[in-house]
């Protein structure tokens, strides 16, 4: 995918009024690649009294009514090319939900979509998928009044159903009693249990995010990026249990759990706790992605891009460099690519060289002092979707080598807990190889096609057209082209010949 780093980005609002928050996002959408540019929430607890009185929360309302009246004044402002209003659980299920939107309508202009129970699963798969085309499995989708689960698989969006297992739904007014939570969660989730069966799960929602940033703290785990952070069901249900029984006070204290979701941490808890043993799951994995992203790229249209290559390439882009540079890189290393043993898979492995290539000169704008610090941060925190935490370490390792940056990479320790020995030195190779491309060529396609690279058991063969060779061959391509040799464990030839 060549993104045209002169096109003009669009801007896309959604609106998700949801049971426990109502939060407005602006994404700015460069081709298929999307960046949020603006995330507000506010925890309104829309749906509390749901359950028990069948109306909104008063409170609730009041405070929803405040932010949407801001929102609509950002809005206003920012004039985005189409801003999505949707509303689940809560205004769908209260007697008094039409009235809230039409009130909505009236005050802000905004007009408020109400998703029925499969809408809400479809969109929330739909954005699930968006950020992980390769899921397959369950999405569970936690909101404060309902749970939704969906299957994935190839891509597609299979069977859904709506329970009331949101954290509203549970309590009733009873205090929670742990036990007796666990009964009605295993009760509520039982007809779901044999339909809904799998080994992955893919969990989406504030409460599954702050449970995964609970597990980030206690484990001292380097990465703080939640989406498509992933533990098995034994650790899953470690820290379930442990939040589960937190008195309200400890919970606050607990790292990664703001004051106001303490009051719904535990009942998520217990719905996670309940979907391991009924479902026979193996391994959670945590979606940053959504219902909003959903409603997003249904808006966007269908697309097959692929999320990590699209983000690459619309990052990469906007060096202003040749935007046939990326394909070049790639078809340019390929012997040494295709020498490596794999690490992720074949496929995988691809599509990981392609993302390489097409942030290959990410630096170009930085300064020279800073670069490989400033490219191996962004690489490995980036919002780019579509890639696991040990494969986000893998193409910052690649950016490092890239710029020349240490062996030990500028977060070594990091780096070694998400990638063996064997994953290092792949990526050591690839970072050195583009850099040896880079260099060589002044980053012009058109100069790099006089030259090529081969690989023997031996020897790593750098050959150069004759009347190119005084002017590809030079000083500093045979320190690159050395320190490739050195990592490969190669002798290096260079050679002038046709």
Known sequence: MIVDPGASPREVAVIDIGSNSVRLVLYRVEGRAVWTVFNEKVLAGLGRDVRASGHLSAEGVGVAMTALRRFAAVLEGVA??????????????????????????????????????????????????????DAMGVVADMGGASLELVRVAGGRIGDGVTLALGPFALAQGEGFDADRLRQTVAERLKPAAAPFATDELYAVGGAWRSLAQVHMALGDYPLRVV???????????????????????????????????????PYAALALEGLIEQL????????????????????????????????CAALGARQGVSPHLPAALEAWITPVTAALPPLFGAARDAVLTAAACRLADLGARLHPDHRVDLVFDQVLRSPIPGQTHPERAYLAAVLNGRYGGPEATPEPALVARLLDDAGRR?????????????????RSPQLLANASLSLDAERLRLTASPEYADLLLGEQ????AKALAETLGLRLMLDGAS
């Not at 249990?241 to 979701?261: E, F, N």
């Not at 792949?426 to 002044?442: E, Y």
């Not at 391509?477 to 690159?480: A, L, S």
Request: net charge positive; glycine share 10%.
């Open 280 to 311: 026979g799951l193996k391994r959670i994995n945590f979606s940053a992605w959504g219902l909003r992203e959903g409603l997003l790229f249904e808006h966007l249209g269908e697309s097959n891009a692929d999320p990590l290559l699209a983000g």
């Open 426 to 442: 792949r990526a050591r190779a690839l970072g050195q190889a583009l850099r040896l491309a880079c260099d060589l060529s002044g």
């Open 80 to 133: 985005p090319e189409a801003a999505l209003v949707a509303a689940t659980a809560a205004v769908r299920d209260a007697g008094d939900g039409q009235t809230f939107c039409d009130t909505v309508a009236a005050v802000t202009g905004l007009k408020v979509r109400v998703l029925s129970g499969p809408e809400e699963a479809r969109y929330a798969a739909l954005g699930a998928l968006a950020g992980a085309p």
């Open 477 to 480: 391509t045979r320190r690159r």
């Open 227 to 265: 989406h498509q952070y992933a533990m098995n069901a034994a650790d899953a249900l470690d820290v379930a249990r442990l939040v589960a029984r937190q008195s309200r006070a400890s919970l606050d204290k607990l790292p990664g759990v703001s004051r106001k979701r303490a009051e719904t941490l």
